[in-house]
């Protein structure tokens, strides 16, 4: 049973500093894993998807790598700003493009000004 | 990208009362369509997955004759919680994808349950 940790479950860090977050699985046999942000009592924003053969995809300030054999995955944040405060989720689709999304805990940051 | 919606964005219901969730996809036509449960400070369980015009699939340890899931057209999909009880208190979050475009998700924004 394909089970996904996220470590740290929070994460307080003052204004600008770069960060990691980190996501781990226990099946390597995955399809992609995608980032998610959801701010409190919202919906989910999906941030970068990385499929099963790639090793990182980025976007402006984040950068997501993924080591499938060792089951883990990193989202890196440049630049933290205090608009980037939210809970980060790493989930991962099993197996096939239609297999489940199975999701982490999260990360819940604050940036402080 | 591709909007989901939903209705109502939150909801306070009595015990013993049943609630209806709309989910729709705005912008596209949604082939299957996933509803998620999610506790505070804890992270999105999948309850079930629906295709349309197709009976809902539901994971285990979900009782389908609370959650009642109709998917009837490729845009509209809607979970009743039967006879509420405040253990169901959550925030209920669909996402929707066209299988024959692309395999990505989309999200709605979630719709806060209170059961007093």
């Known amino acids: 049973k394909q089970e996904v940790t996220q470590i740290p479950a929070a994460l307080s860090v003052p204004e600008g500093e770069n960060l990691v977050l980190n996501c781990s699985f226990t099946?390597?046999?995955?399809?992609?894993l995608q980032w998610f942000r959801q701010d409190p009592g919202k919906g989910l924003t999906s941030l970068l998807l990385i499929q099963s053969s790639q090793r990182e995809q980025t976007s402006g300030r984040l950068n997501a790598s993924l080591d499938k054999s060792s089951g883990r995955s990193t989202l890196y944040i440049a630049a933290s700003q205090p608009g980037d405060s939210a809970t980060y989720l790493c989930a991962v689709r099993h197996a096939s493009n239609t297999g489940k999304l199975i999701f982490g805990q999260g990360t819940t940051l604050q940036v402080k000004p | 990208g591709a909007v989901v919606s939903q209705h109502p964005s939150w909801v306070i219901c009595k015990s013993g009362t049943s609630v209806k969730i709309e989910c729709r996809s705005l912008d596209f036509q949604a082939t299957t369509m996933f509803w998620y449960r999610q506790f505070p400070k804890q992270s999105l369980m999948l309850m079930a997955t629906?295709?349309?015009?197709?009976?809902?699939?539901?994971e285990q340890g979900v009782e389908k004759d609370k959650f009642l899931i109709n998917h009837a057209s490729l845009t509209l999909s809607t979970l009743t919680v039967t006879s509420a009880h405040p253990e169901d208190s959550s925030f209920y979050i669909c996402?929707?994808?066209?299988?024959?475009?692309?395999?990505?998700?989309?999200f709605g924004p979630g719709t806060r349950l209170t059961v007093t």
């Open positions: 099946d390597s046999a995955i399809y992609n």
């Open positions: 996402s929707a994808r066209d299988n024959r475009q692309s395999y990505e998700q989309y």
């Open positions: 629906s295709n349309e015009g197709s009976k809902a699939t539901y």
